[in-house]
């Protein structure tokens, strides 16, 4: 189990996070960079689960600038609320500072891998184009809003992770960044949808979600040891 801490991003501004420890010397730092649905038991036990592959894990709050302690359900009403802190209340400079505070963080363990799901995802990409410096691999789930981002160049290595079957990521978006950017991976999974690595959500698809963090777990013992 871990425990909620408390960070400070350059800006001065602070905010909660949760942070997993493994049992031994850790193989490096990972910092979980959430759903639009808070930091929720779900992302505190994606936390886990990289704390017992042997990581420092750190999930941080990102909402927590906007109002603390969100954690919303997988429905429609979550999902308004999440998007509208996500996509309205923050800034993309402001997440990015405070993953960088959960990185540095994280760094107790080693190098720093980041791992992000859904707007989690998107941000992933964002952070391999801007935080090459701070971190060393990086691995985004089914990010729906990198289209926007797409001109930034992706420096720190990179896997995505998309399902075939997501209908608010368009395959030919998928293709676009692969063709765009040929020296990161883009997997697809057949039959999974979108949230597939969530198995708090009914589009859980266990085989995707085994082989997309299979491959993340190379990534990160390739870039991080």
């Not at 960088?100 to 995802?121: E, I, L, N």
């Amino acid at each position: 189990m871990g425990q909620t801490i408390e960070l400070t991003a350059s800006d001065g501004t602070t905010f909660s996070a949760y942070r997993a420890d493994p049992d031994g010397a850790p193989k490096g730092g990972v910092v979980v960079v959430q759903e639009i649905f808070g930091v929720n038991d779900h992302i505190r036990s994606v936390a886990d689960g990289y704390a017992a592959d042997g990581y420092v894990a750190v999930a941080p709050a990102l909402f927590d600038r906007v109002r603390g302690g969100v954690e919303l359900r997988y429905d429609a009403e979550g999902i308004d609320v999440g998007r509208k802190i996500a996509f309205e209340d923050l800034t993309v400079d402001q997440v990015m500072a405070d993953i960088s505070a959960a990185a540095d963080c994280a760094s107790d363990g080693g190098k720093v891998g980041v791992v992000g799901y859904c707007w989690g995802g998107s941000m992933c990409y964002v952070a391999s184009a801007r935080m090459s410096d701070e971190i060393a691999a990086v691995s985004g789930y089914y990010g729906g809003q990198i289209m926007p981002h797409l001109e930034e160049r992706p420096e720190a290595p990179l896997l995505l992770h998309f399902g075939s079957e997501d209908k608010g990521i368009p395959l030919e978006s998928v293709r676009a960044i692969d063709e765009r950017w040929s020296h990161i991976a883009v997997h697809i999974y057949d039959g999974a949808d979108h949230g597939f690595n969530c198995d708090a959500r009914a589009s859980f698809h266990s085989e995707a979600a085994a082989l997309a963090k299979q491959r993340t777990l190379a990534h990160f013992a390739e870039h991080l040891s």
